[in-house]
């Protein structure tokens, strides 16, 4: 009999279209001769499930389910796609986890460690990893310009610590621009980060772990003519993305190596992807790690798929066996 699989998108950040555009990705990459697929849509005042005809049914959350043709059915899966709370930040997995649900991503406490960026860059220096310096506010939390400045130099990024979004994000060149940069951050979250600038070579790299099995995935190179790899650059088409990336075979396996250290210090689960800007002295850093990758046709893990000539739909099979069969 085939299972059940929820691909559970939506959620309470900005980015709840680009979820949605993840959903619909993997609705097309995930085997429907293997399992039967429902998008379920998760919002801070309702909880649907879209069925096939495009009906809205109201999720039971007391158990996951939901009622089709009158009769009452439950999940055997939940193939998480929410980029923010509730799907990244691990509060969705403590819920999955109560009611005996498997799902796609890290545990609650991995997704609510790299969910937090100050956090994940401290837990990761202290392994040994580079990361850039940083500074974390609180609401209600000021600081002084010239501190940020004398701590961080110019430019500094100014980020939401706690939002899986690309919103509220600036790239501070004017230390005038600074206090602003930081109010629009709060805009998304309740906490700031603050990092220093790295100039360089940015890329990525995605990996995946079953039983018995590692694929790390081709690096790919990100270039943008914006000031960052923002919205615009990630959803918008202002970006080139070339995988595998134009550097050497010695950086591509170090960076390769790295990534898949970094799935075992965290423990991770299903996909993540491990996002670098490469020095001018060729050192990598980590910038961020994503446990909740985007899975439009067109994103990086697709991509890199397809670059290691992979099959999406055996991945994803590879994925949801193992966490069923565990």
Same mark, same amino acid.
């Given at each position: 009999m085939k299972k059940n699989i929820a691909i559970v998108a939506g959620g309470f950040s900005s980015e709840? !279209?680009?979820?949605?555009? *993840?959903?619909?990705?993997? #609705?097309?990459f995930i085997d429907k001769d293997k399992y039967n697929l429902y998008i379920v849509i998760i919002k801070r005042d309702e909880w649907v499930v879209k069925l096939p005809d495009g009906e809205l049914i109201p999720i039971n959350k007391n158990n996951f389910g939901f009622t089709e043709f009158g009769m009452p059915k439950l999940f055997d899966f939940a193939y998480i796609t929410i980029h923010g709370t509730p799907g990244e930040d691990g509060l969705l997995q403590g819920y999955f986890d109560l009611i005996g649900l498997p799902y796609s991503s890290c545990n609650t406490l991995v997704s609510a460690l790299t969910f937090n960026k100050f956090v994940c860059n401290s837990f990761l220096r202290s392994q040994g990893l580079r990361v850039a310096d940083s500074i974390r506010l609180f609401k209600g939390q000021t600081i002084d310009t010239e501190e940020v400045v004398n701590r961080l130099g110019l430019p500094v990024f100014v980020k939401? +610590?706690? *939002? %899986?979004?690309?919103? %509220? !994000?600036t790239k501070v060149k004017e230390a005038e621009a600074l206090q602003e940069a930081i109010s629009k951050a709060f805009s998304e979250g309740k906490e700031v980060i603050l990092e220093s600038f790295l100039g360089g070579t940015e890329v990525t790299c995605?990996? #995946?772990?079953?039983?018995?099995k590692e694929e790390v995935f081709p690096v790919t190179e990100v270039v943008t003519p914006n000031e960052f790899f923002d919205f615009?650059?990630? #959803? +918008?088409?202002? !970006?080139q993305e070339i995988t595998p990336a134009r550097i050497s075979t010695e950086l591509?396996?170090? =960076?390769q190596s790295e990534t898949s250290r970094v799935y075992d210090i965290l423990g991770a689960q299903g996909l993540i992807r491990v996002d670098y800007i =490469?020095?001018?002295?060729g050192e990598p850093v980590i910038l961020e790690i994503n446990t909740t990758p985007g899975m439009t046709a067109t *994103?990086? =893990?697709p991509q890199q798929i397809k670059a290691a000539g992979l099959d999406i739909r055996k991945v994803l099979t590879e994925i949801i066996e193992n966490r069923l069969n565990s």
């Open positions: 709840v !279209v680009v979820s949605l555009k *993840s959903a619909e990705g993997l #609705y097309s939401p +610590n706690d *939002s %899986g979004s690309s919103f %509220g !994000v995605g990996c #995946y772990k079953v039983k018995g615009d650059a990630k #959803y +918008n088409g202002q !970006v591509t396996s170090r =960076i =490469i020095l001018p002295d *994103s990086f =893990i």
